[in-house]
């Protein structure tokens, strides 16, 4: 049974949405268990199997077959993969066996692979309407996953999905009854699996915290005696509540990670007066009674207990993480439902903490975070956390929102992390103008004894709206001794080596960072699996938010996966070039280069235009749906509007549509980053609305070469497009991976421009293509 052209387009549309979600859903549930580089890995593996498809496809020597059979399998294997790993394969989750799991999960890549390189081969004349189909329907995921996370949990999302390839597969001409019945299954599976009544993810009995979340290590340790009391899926975040075997205290962790503190609290403030004994309680100590304070992420709600016992009289908290409401709420007996209580006029805020600081209007007397995350798209996706919290233009939107003589206060765990804080906020306020002199009398650090395990919150960076007073700083010593605090850096006495060199006035924020990473005691060294090297203190800024990066070189997990990305990407291409030489294509190597270049600076331009426009979102899920919507709408505008006119006039239009493109990649990178600054304090519609006016456009022309290039080489040789299909697709993954390697040391700034010499390169090689195309008619590959 042949199907409709329409049909064909609805089904091609289909599969590239039930692939991205796939995607995506993955992300979700690999990034409760294992860490992000393992994540990335594993997607990378996967994601490869799309080339692997597209490379069965090319074994079609004559004609190509049908798409009915890639159809179904597609429908089959997107939950089959989740359905083997939390059965029968528990154990390779069990013991993170990254291979084997990847392999497992790659199979609905390849099923998309062979279907979409089948029908771009066969209908190859159309290659931009099918693209235009393609790319909406990837546009359609990136809109609607987030939403269907949040409403069935990520674990259902491949069943539905496969309900949604059935479809696809009727559309294509699949048996009525094949067609129906496996996704009226599928459908049922997935309302199951939304109420978790099938798969469970397992308890992890790997020891290698490099790879695995400790949550679900402590959950395959009978000691710990901890237990799920509670989950609940967003697509921000897998959020559960754990309880530990005689111990009060609740714990929420997000994403198997970072657990915050749920303290036991009946409402009556005089019961918790022991936390005033706490490091996290010194800055309302120092500041009593504060008139407005903003606690960026209090997750569980001790932050904000903690500024209730300091009597502070208007207290706005900020929280990234939206699940942590209706968890709060749940539990609300157990913490003294500290979220709608009157000093908290507004409740909990769910919202990004810099960006709502950018549109806040207030004076904060304190501003509070403790171990805080910030909007990254990267969490479950690239091999380095980044965090718009601590950087240069994030300290200086705090130091402009502190009311006169407020207080800075940042909690963290590691004496590096709060360095590198201290360098970062040094460089902040000279930026400021704040001279040398003055900046040590405006800051204070202190920390608990070495031995204190009790919790998290040991170091405490307390930075100043002016020099401290002598009082305040005598008292900032009293509070210490009170406590048993050990001091680090005090306002009132001259800083030890190497700090002192602060004060010089000679002393640059970068000869700072230098002279704090010289220090010769343990917590300067890092063991990166050769000799032992000196940590690097690099300044933290908005193209480079690295925070946790301390490595002077390349993270060596990332280099390994750069280097496996770039080897495969090489073996592609090498390949490439003698499929096209078989199946009779001119010039096959300058074909491959193009079709290769298209994927991997495809890529680089979207991981760094992504990470730029994000923080001018602030919402993360918000951002990404919205950024990649609209880019992913543009291309598929782009694609379409390459199908007016024969080939040749493509062709003739593809110089053009290089050098437009290129123009407009610089015009982006010039005014990114004074927009943003411009938009941050603006309403969310009208930074919405400035998103879409940079991605669309510029989506509209990365959208055009691809499928250009696919009417080109289809019109002469219409076997080798399964093969620029692979090319296009394993290149996009190296893409992938050079972008997060290129961010971590050259910033993404530098990731766009990479992205537009990859493209100078594409356009290099279809020139000649192009004007033999548009003088002879013919489609040589050049």
């Known amino acids: 049974m042949s199907s409709s052209p329409r049909a064909i387009r609805w089904a091609v549309g289909l599969t590239a949405c ?42 079609d020597r004559d004609a190509p077959r049908g798409l009915v059979r890639p159809a179904v399998g597609l429908a089959v294997t997107l939950p089959l993969p989740l359905l083997l790993l939390l059965t029968v394969g528990r154990g390779l989750v069990a013991g993170a066996h990254g291979g084997a799991v990847a392999v497992c999960t790659l199979l609905p890549y390849v099923a998309a692979g062979v279907l979409l390189a089948r029908a771009f081969r066969k209908y190859s004349a159309d ?141 009556d403030l005089a019961t918790a007066a022991g936390y005033q004994a706490f490091i996290g309680f010194l800055p309302y100590a120092l500041q009593p009674a504060p008139d407005r304070v903003l606690c960026i992420g209090p997750g569980g709600g001790l932050d904000v207990l903690l500024a209730l016992l300091g009597r502070s009289k208007a207290i706005e908290p900020v929280e990234l993480n939206p699940a942590i409401g209706p968890v709060t709420d749940r539990f609300k007996g157990h913490y003294g439902d500290l979220y709608h209580r009157p000093e908290l006029p507004r409740g909990l805020i769910i919202d990004e903490g810099r960006s709502y600081l950018s549109r806040s209007r207030q004076q904060y007397d304190v501003i509070y975070f403790a171990l805080a995350k910030s909007a990254t798209t990267q969490q479950g996706g690239m091999a380095l956390v ?9 300290f200086e939107a705090y130091f402009r929102r502190l009311a006169p003589g407020g207080l800075l206060a940042l909690v963290l765990q590691e004496p590096n992390l709060t360095d590198r804080c201290l360098v970062t906020a040094f460089a902040a306020l000279r930026r400021q103008g704040i001279a040398n002199a003055a900046i040590p009398r405006r800051v204070a650090w202190v920390h608990a004894a070495p031995e204190y395990q009790g919790s998290p919150y040991r170091q405490l960076l307390l930075i100043r709206n002016g020099p401290y007073p002598a009082a305040a700083a005598r008292q900032l010593r009293w509070e210490c001794r009170r406590r048993g605090l050990q001091t680090r850096l005090l306002p009132d006495q001259a800083w030890p080596e190497p700090y002192a060199v602060a004060a ?36 933290v800024t908005d193209d480079r938010p690295f ?16 280097k496996w990305s770039l080897g495969a990407g090489l073996v592609c291409l090498l390949w490439g070039v003698w499929e096209l030489r ?60 390459t199908n007016r006119g024969p080939a040749a006039a493509a062709a003739r239009r593809l110089p053009w549509v290089f050098l437009t493109l290129l123009l407009a990649v610089l015009l982006v990178r010039g005014v990114l980053t004074p927009l943003t600054t411009a938009l941050l304090p603006a309403a969310l519609p009208w930074r919405l609305l400035a998103a879409v006016v940079v991605t669309l456009p510029l989506g509209f022309l990365l959208g055009q070469p691809f499928p250009t290039g696919l009417r080109l080489l289809g019109e002469r040789q219409a076997a080798a497009v399964p093969a620029a299909w692979a090319i296009n697709g394993v290149l996009s993954v190296t893409g992938s991976v050079v972008a997060a390697a290129a961010a971590s040391r050259l910033g993404y700034s530098a990731v766009l421009l990479g992205g537009l010499s990859v493209y100078v390169g594409a356009w290099l090689t279809a020139s000649r293509w192009c004007h033999d195309t548009a003088t002879t008619g013919s489609v040589e590959a050049s």
């Open 18 to 59: 039930c692939v991205l979600s796939y995607e995506i859903a993955l992300t979700r549930i690999f990034s409760v268990l294992f860490r992000s580089p393992y994540v990335f890995l594993i997607l990378s593996i996967a994601i490869c199997g799309l080339g692997l498809g597209s490379w069965f496809a090319g074994r």
């Open 127 to 267: 290659a931009g309407r099918l693209y235009f189909y393609d790319l909406s329907g990837a546009g359609l995921a990136a809109l609607a996953t987030a939403q269907l996370i949040n409403l069935v949990g990520a674990l259902a999302v491949p069943f539905l999905l496969g309900a949604a390839a059935a479809v696809g597969a009727g559309l294509l001409g699949a048996r009525r009854w094949v067609a129906s019945g496996l996704a009226l299954g599928l459908l049922l599976l997935g309302g199951l699996q939304s109420q978790e009544r099938l798969l469970r993810l397992p308890p992890v009995t790997s020891a290698d915290s490099a790879k695995v979340k400790p949550l679900f290590q402590e959950l395959a340790d009978p000691a710990a005696g901890a237990t799920i009391e509670y989950t609940r899926w967003s697509a921000v975040a897998r959020t559960d509540v754990v309880s530990n075997r005689g111990v009060p205290v609740k714990y929420i962790w997000t994403d198997g990670d970072v657990p915050t503190q749920m303290e036991p609290f009946n409402g």
């Open 386 to 394: 980044d965090n718009y919290l601590y950087t240069v233009e994030a």
């Open 504 to 539: 010089r006035p000679e002393t640059t924020a970068e000869a700072f960072s230098a002279a704090v990473a010289s220090q010769d005691d343990y917590l300067q060294r890092l063991y990166f699996g050769g000799p032992w090297e000196r940590l690097q203190l690099r300044i």
């Open 547 to 562: 925070y946790a990066d301390f490595s002077p070189r390349l993270h060596p997990f990332l280099s390994k996966l750069l």
């Open 582 to 641: 078989q199946r009779g294509v001119a010039r096959p190597a300058a074909v491959a280069g193009y079709f290769g270049a298209l994927g991997a600076g495809f890529m680089l331009v979207e991981v760094a235009l992504i990470q730029k426009l994000v923080l001018l979102l602030g919402y993360p899920t918000l951002a990404l749906t919205a950024i990649l919507f609209s880019l992913l709408l543009g291309c598929a505008l782009g694609g379409s509007f």
